[in-house]
């Protein structure tokens, strides 16, 4: 079947089986490989992606469901000259990248809190982290990073 979207502000179109995951789509059909399969049910938060403006788990997404949507994965994040955005560039500074397995949902995740929400507190934080899963950082370094970035983002003009 055909499924058309925007992908990562890019009109995209793709032939793929209706019965395959979003998360397949992505990885198997379009080659980003960014966003990571980590429980394959939507309990881990690895495979998270933008869907129109909410988080998602991509697992749990059938690819058809992705038709006349936007769509942005991890590869869609970054600064205007490809390199890190500020909230990867903290993730960095702060420490809170380790194994990686987890590091592309937490970050879709903190964009997706402050797209929402420019001015979170820790406790709204961690609650929109609460459908991600790290075993390596201990998540502190992960909340520090997010609230560096909404102090940042509030500072600029």
Do not use: W
Not at 15 to 44: H, M, Q, S, W
Not at 79 to 85: C, E, F
Not at 108 to 116: H, I, P
Request: glycine letters at 10%; one cysteine or more; aromatic letters at 4%.
């Amino acid at each position: 079947m055909r499924i058309e979207f925007i992908l990562n502000g890019e009109a995209v179109a793709v032939e793929a089986p209706p019965d395959i995951t979003l998360l397949d789509l992505l990885r198997d059909y379009l080659n980003l490989t960014g966003t990571k399969e980590g429980c394959a049910v939507g309990e881990c938060g690895a495979c998270a992606v933008i869907k129109d403006g909410r988080l998602v788990n991509s697992c749990m997404v059938l690819a058809p469901q992705a038709e006349g949507c936007e769509i942005v994965t991890i590869e869609g994040v970054h600064a205007a000259d490809g390199g890190p955005n500020d909230l990867q560039q903290h993730f960095i500074e702060y420490g809170a990248v380790q194994c990686g397995i987890c590091i592309p949902g937490m970050i879709m995740a903190g964009e997706a809190l402050l797209r929402q929400n420019p001015h979170p507190t820790r406790a709204e934080i961690r609650l929109a982290l609460a459908g991600n899963l790290c075993r390596c950082t201990g998540y502190q370094q992960i909340v520090d990073a997010i609230e560096a970035t909404a102090k940042g983002r509030r500072a600029q003009p």
